[in-house]
């Protein structure tokens, strides 16, 4: 019989090169995942292979490497940067001794730290639960078999399945709630077009800085912090455009990752869809990240998975206060909003964002004169109260 060890917050660290880019900005990603589930890292282990070893995943003499780590740091967790097969997991818990967690497992654990909402934490659930269905036959060999002897031998299920069976009931009465709490949305939604109210969506890579943008416009006062996965629940706000006589409502989603489990995209598939119903996206990407371009691109990519590849978007430069770059809005060659660079934190920008929502959602134009005449009455940039600046007539410049 095989029992999982207990678990802890000492982790150590995995992180395996198959070849991939950008291996610093996966290993810094793994430790802000670690950090976010509470974990304290105190050992990283690197290694380089071709393939997935089919036992271990990282090898035999890498794992006794990680076994020795484990030691030394009397470590109590393992958290693997990659998605572990069942029985990889449970071979590698054997030679370690200590619980393993790989990536997906990981994800899913913040998420049930950051849902508040009742619908949030049925799909946390949800999705916890149909990643578990696809590791009670292999991560738990005492579940096997009815164990022998006298008084236990007779007719009966086996233990493993009875927990599948119970396992099985569960996720089809959170489906069902689902359903009902997803009739609710729609209605709500339809009220809205009815009301002929736009919506826009905050999508972007996890702490992007949607929150902290989310708070400028709205002064909703949502938790915003320096966490991966700080906004989970949806959010819901209406603002007023001075350029505009009518309003909008602000929708603050759940960040991206690379590599997000299809658990947590198939449980969140109701939230994910009201952004695929959006009249706009703003898509934020953190400018200050050396990946941002490569972060763009997962964006795009589960955007297009959710059905929201085609729903209209701008490019919303976040954190120019931390490279050196100005406020600004740049158009493609037709005169079309492409980007407006910012900082939400600062507030710097945050005027031509609110211009360029009312151009792009109630088609009120903004004449490049009158933004220069704007910009040419700003105070220095070293007043403390200057918190917003609007666009500059010439091609704003990032720099990381």
């Known amino acids: 019989m095989f029992e999982r060890p207990a678990s802890g917050n000492r982790a150590v660290l995995v992180q395996v090169d198959f070849g991939e880019a950008s291996m610093t900005d996966r290993i810094a990603e793994l430790a802000l995942l670690a950090g976010s589930a509470g974990a304290e890292t105190v ?56 619980r393993v967690v790989d990536r997906n497992s990981l994800i899913l654990d913040i998420f049930a730290l950051r849902a508040k909402s009742h619908e949030g934490k049925l799909q946390v659930e949800l999705a916890q639960l149909q990643h578990l269905a696809t590791r009670l036959v292999r991560g738990w060999t005492h579940l096997e078999r009815q164990k022998g002897g006298i008084g236990l031998r007779g007719p009966g299920e086996t233990q493993l399945e009875t927990d599948r069976r119970l396992l099985g009931n569960r996720v089809a009465m959170l489906k069902e709630r689902l359903k009902g709490l997803e009739k609710q949305r729609r209605v709500r939604s339809r009220a809205r077009e009815r009301q002929e109210v736009p919506v826009v969506a905050l999508v972007g890579y996890t702490n992007a800085g949607k929150s902290t943008l989310f708070n400028a416009l709205t002064k909703a006062g949502a938790f915003a912090a320096d966490q991966l996965f700080a906004t989970l629940d949806t959010t819901l706000r209406r603002i007023y455009l001075k350029d505009a006589a009518n309003s909008l409502i602000v929708s603050d989603t759940v960040g991206f990752i690379r590599d997000l489990p299809h658990a947590v995209v198939a449980a969140f598939h109701s939230t994910l869809e009201e952004t695929a119903s959006a009249d706009l996206l703003l898509h934020v990407v953190d400018a200050s990240s050396p990946e941002r371009e490569a972060q763009v691109r997962i964006v795009d990519s589960v955007l297009e998975e959710i059905g929201a590849g085609a729903v209209p978007r701008i490019l919303v430069w976040n954190k120019i206060d931390a490279t050196a770059g100005e406020p600004g809005v ?22 031509n964002l609110r211009a360029a929502l009312a151009e792009m959602i109630f088609h ?37």
């Open 330 to 351: 740049e158009r493609d060659a037709c005169g079309n909003i492409q980007r407006v660079l910012l900082s939400a934190r600062s507030g710097a920008g945050l005027d």
């Open 43 to 98: 050992a990283l282990i690197q290694g380089k292979r071709r393939a997935p070893d089919a036992a271990l995943f990282v090898g035999k003499g890498k794992a006794e490497e990680i076994a020795e780590a484990v030691r030394e740091s009397e470590a109590d967790i393992v958290i693997f940067n990659h998605e572990l097969a069942p029985g990889q997991q449970r071979n590698l818990e054997r030679v370690l001794q200590r």
């Open 364 to 400: 009120v134009p903004v004449a490049k004169d009158v933004m220069a005449e704007e910009a040419a009455r700003l105070p220095d940039q070293n007043d403390a109260v200057a918190l917003s600046a609007p666009a500059r007539p010439n091609e704003p410049r990032v720099t990381s």
